[in-house]
């Protein structure tokens, strides 16, 4: 996908209102999640945040498109819908990815800096390997077994939900081409520009995939300030620590506004 203008009601979702001018909290899932995923973030937030929520293809309302093949693929177009909604629009954006959603909002947040829309005021970059730390995955190589495996043993999909058969043949194609993505960007590529706008780290501290040091070596891709805060939990600690979750999203908004 080419970095052109898109429908922003395909890639954003907005489920509460928020005050004029307030921060915009841009939230990416991580691999298999979808934008409903973020929904308690939207009703703690609001109105003080809005809270917009990225759908990437090939779930729920876009479940009969293909699931993008690459991060620069589910960039573009976050940035395309951007620039489709952005006309008019005054408060800060802030960024906040988990997990693969980190990374995309990484991309999101070079091209921005790059590009007319302007840079994004902060990035919050959550259970996720600085980009040098990433290691080439082959989740997406397994069986179907190793896949639900993997799922269970990250603990952000419920599971009763994984006991579904119906529902497991719809999301492992989706599960799998998410993890390929981020397979593909671990290839060598050129040195990577640090970013001009703070980077917030959020980690858990008993992460079976991250760790804590990886999870740090953010700091060496932005020149805007750095800042990082453990919480207690594995890799989906942002479910069991809403709230803290929250209120440090809130601190970091008003710090940035």
């Not at 922003?8 to 915009?24: I, K, T």
């Not at 290691?135 to 997406?140: A, E, N």
């Not at 069986?143 to 529902?167: F, H, I, M, N, S």
């Amino acid at each position: 996908m080419s970095n052109q203008t898109v429908r922003a009601d395909v890639w954003l979702r907005r489920y509460r209102e928020a005050r004029p001018g307030a921060v915009r909290l841009l939230c990416f899932p991580h691999a298999g999640g979808a934008a409903n995923f973020y929904l308690p973030f939207s009703r703690k937030l609001s109105p003080t945040v809005e809270t917009l929520a990225v759908q990437y293809p090939g779930r729920h309302d876009r479940l009969a498109e293909p699931p993008a093949r690459s991060i620069a693929e589910l960039a573009d177009g976050v940035v395309g819908a951007l620039a489709d909604r952005e006309e008019g629009r005054s408060g800060p954006l802030v960024l906040f990815g988990h997990s693969l959603g980190a990374v995309v909002a990484f991309e999101v947040a070079r091209r921005l800096e790059r590009g007319p829309l302007g840079g994004p005021a902060a990035l919050i970059v959550s259970a996720c390997r600085a980009p040098s730390r990433l290691r080439p995955g082959s989740v997406h190589l397994r069986d179907d077994a190793g896949v639900l495996a993997e799922l269970r043993r990250l603990g952000g999909t419920a599971g009763d939900l994984l006991g579904d058969e119906e529902l497991v043949r719809m999301l492992l194609p989706t599960v799998r081409a998410d993890y390929a993505a981020l397979a593909a960007y671990t290839e060598p590529r050129p040195a990577v520009q640090p970013l001009a706008c703070p980077i917030v780290v959020m980690a858990g501290d008993d992460d079976p995939v991250v760790p804590v040091d990886d999870a740090l070596a953010w700091a060496q891709f932005t020149t805007g300030g750095f800042a990082s805060e453990l919480f207690p939990g594995g890799h989906f600690y942002l479910t069991s620590c809403a709230d803290q979750v929250t209120e440090s999203i809130l601190r970091t908004a008003k710090t940035h506004a």
